[in-house]
């Protein structure tokens, strides 16, 4: 299934347009025509990608911006605006906007932007399930071979009178320079007792 966009601008011709041309290209499109109206799409629902326009009564789409980085930081951004500014430019990428285009935009220019931005996603998006994957795995293995408690909880080695040492983090007893390994569930019944 072909990624979820908002698209919120103010002219009416425009949101059209946009929308009617990500439609040809499979996306699935919402458009709205204020910022308001965008605050209000987000908390509701998901999107993969947001085309905003900068200049919007009311709310303007920095402000759309700053709130889509704190309540969707995975949704991409693009802004879009006929009135750009360097300062605006600036601020734009700094709450983490994809791109900033310049209106009137070349449709090729615009899809490839957009083309670009999911892809970004879902990179970002396979990444982080590589590594909680990553994690769940390094998690059972400590697991299986008893090292679930963190460094900071390992307790030093215990020396005896007798000359006994115990080792408890790395699951082995000595006396003199005979080294017992203990298999996990033995630490594990070692560290009960």
Same mark, same amino acid.
């Given at each position: 299934m072909?990624?979820? @966009?908002?698209?919120?601008? #103010? =002219?009416?011709?425009?949101?059209?347009?946009l929308e009617? &041309?990500?439609?040809l290209e499979? %996306?699935?499109v919402?458009s !709205?025509?204020? +910022?308001? *109206?965008a605050?209000?799409?987000?908390?509701?629902?998901t999107? #993969?990608? &947001?085309?905003?326009?900068?200049?919007?009564?009311?709310? #303007?789409?920095?402000e759309?911006l700053?709130?889509?980085?704190?309540v969707a $930081?995975?949704?991409?951004?693009?802004?879009?605006?006929?009135? +750009?500014?360097?300062?605006?430019? @600036?601020?734009?990428?700094?709450?983490?906007?994809?791109? %900033? &285009?310049?209106k009137?935009?070349?449709?090729?220019?615009?899809?490839?932007? !957009?083309a670009?931005a999911?892809?970004?996603? /879902?990179?970002?998006?396979q990444?982080?399930?590589?590594?909680?994957q990553?994690? *769940?795995? &390094?998690?059972h293995?400590?697991? /299986? =071979?008893g090292?679930?408690?963190t460094?900071?909880a390992?307790?030093? $080695?215990i020396?005896?009178?007798?000359g006994?040492?115990?080792?408890?983090?790395?699951?082995?007893?000595?006396? +003199?320079?005979?080294?017992?390994?203990?298999?996990?569930? =033995? +630490?594990k019944?070692?560290?009960?007792?």
């Open positions: 072909k990624a979820k @966009i908002l698209v919120a601008d #103010d =002219e009416e011709m425009v949101r059209r347009s009617d &041309i990500l439609c499979g %996306y699935q919402k !709205v025509g204020d +910022g308001k *109206t605050l209000a799409a987000l908390q509701a629902e999107f #993969d990608l &947001i085309l905003l326009d900068l200049k919007m009564p009311e709310v #303007d789409g920095l759309v700053r709130f889509a980085s704190r $930081p995975d949704t991409k951004v693009i802004l879009l605006t006929g009135h +750009g500014s360097l300062e605006s430019a @600036i601020e734009a990428l700094r709450h983490g906007a994809h791109d %900033y &285009i310049l009137p935009a070349h449709m090729r220019d615009l899809l490839n932007s !957009v670009n999911l892809s970004k996603r /879902a990179e970002q998006k990444r982080r399930i590589l590594l909680e990553l994690e *769940t795995s &390094i998690k293995l400590k697991d /299986a =071979e090292l679930e408690f460094p900071d390992c307790p030093q $080695p020396l005896f009178e007798n006994v040492m115990i080792d408890l983090a790395r699951r082995e007893v000595w006396r +003199g320079d005979q080294r017992v390994s203990l298999t996990p569930t =033995e +630490g019944l070692l560290r009960v007792l």
